[in-house]
């Protein structure tokens, strides 16, 4: 399953992207860079891993592929990162570079971004 979020955004910077002045790389390192909207994304990505055990955790990631459409506000990026995983009752630690693509549309009406990660690979057993 997809996984999804909204975050606020500020007028200034939104008319700045929307207009053409502002590149999509630049608003996303700035917007992803202020503490909070970071620790956001970062769990966000940590939470497709989940389900596999090991208290997943992401301490950093890159943004590349940044798209932007000012036409609908709409655009997409992927994130590189690596989840490290500690399991407590064997105390191993263990870490997995990963990437995944994130859709992005911009409410500039309710200034918020909603974000809609992909769906992740689900491996049939048969």
């Keep these: 399953m997809a996984k999804d979020f909204k975050l606020t955004v500020s007028t200034d910077r939104l008319e700045k992207l929307a207009d053409g002045t502002l590149p999509i790389a630049e608003f996303l390192s700035v917007f992803l860079g202020d503490d909070q909207n970071n620790a956001n994304m970062r769990q966000g990505l940590a939470s497709y891993f989940y389900e596999n055990g090991g208290s997943p955790e992401v301490r950093e990631f890159d943004i590349v592929d940044a798209k932007f459409s000012t036409?609908?506000?709409?655009?997409?990026f992927k994130c590189i990162f690596t989840v490290y995983y500690f399991f407590t009752c064997s105390d191993i630690k263990n870490d997995k570079r990963e990437n995944i693509t994130w859709k992005f549309k911009i409410d500039g009406v309710g200034l918020t971004i909603a974000f809609v990660g992909e769906e992740?690979?689900?491996?049939d057993a048969d």
């Design 120 to 123: 992740p690979w689900v491996w």
């Design 71 to 76: 036409r609908d506000l709409t655009g997409s």
